[in-house]
């Protein structure tokens, strides 16, 4: 009958569209992943030996209601605070969100590291960090960081090399996979890091502003300076 063969070659068509965007979403994301790899390659590091840095770049993470930092953030917060005592770093940039006065990233990351006894004089702190790209972004423009060691976990960290090096700082990493035995929070980070690849190609391609610029700080430089 007509109407079952229009169905049909509907269906059909439909198919293989379904098809080609999958393809090319796979490919999107193999590319992607090809480049955050390329990017990264010789610049990961384990924390006894990667180079010295001025400074550390702790990306932020969840902060729970009582302001203390998930298992996540603090093991990332934990590798710079080893870094800094060793001698690798001479200060500490904590860039996350406080885009809503009662969610604050950074300003626990201080508390956080301060607790655990680096000085407040080696913290800076970046409020506006909402994403990676906009970390690297404002550490290079707002902050002015040339040279540093960035520390994440590792399903992250190829991605966190790869966007700060394309903002022109000279960026090795650290990363963590001490929470590893949180299984399903960090499957689910694993997942979440194809589309956020994908993001990242995007960023850079489009050259986009991070939301918030303004100013120089001299927050870093006063930190590496108090060491």
């Known amino acids: 009958m007509p109407i079952l063969r229009f169905v049909s070659r509907h269906a059909r068509r439909l198919t293989i569209a379904g098809l080609v965007v999958a393809v090319l979403g796979a490919a999107v994301i193999l590319t992607g992943e090809l480049w955050v790899r390329g990017q990264a390659r010789g610049h990961v ?4 030996s990667v180079p010295a840095a001025p400074v550390a770049i702790v ?18 917060l934990d590798i710079a605070r080893r870094l800094y005592e060793t001698g690798k770093v001479k200060a500490i940039l904590v860039s996350g969100d406080h885009g809503r006065w009662e969610y604050d ?7 956080y590291l301060i607790a655990h006894g680096v000085p ?14 906009d970390s690297c972004a404002r550490a290079k423009r707002i902050f002015g960081v040339t040279e540093a060691t960035i520390v994440t976990q590792t399903y ?11 903002q022109g700082i000279e960026t ?12 399903a929070p960090w499957r689910n980070s694993v997942i979440r890091e194809r589309g956020a690849i994908v993001k990242a190609v995007a960023d850079v391609l489009s050259h986009r502003d991070p939301v918030f610029l303004g100013r120089h700080e001299t927050t870093v430089e006063a930190a590496v300076a108090a060491s």
């Open 45 to 48: 590091y384990s924390e006894a």
């Open 59 to 76: 990306l932020g993470a969840e902060v729970y209601a009582d302001g203390s930092p998930s298992p996540f953030l603090a093991a990332r």
């Open 105 to 111: 990233e950074p300003g626990s990351m201080q508390v």
């Open 120 to 133: 407040a004089t080696s913290i800076a702190l970046d409020y506006a960090g909402f994403d990676t790209y």
């Open 156 to 166: 992250h960290l190829d991605r966190a090399i790869a966007l700060c090096r394309t």
């Open 172 to 183: 090795n990493g650290v990363g963590d996979d001490s929470v590893k035995v949180y299984k």
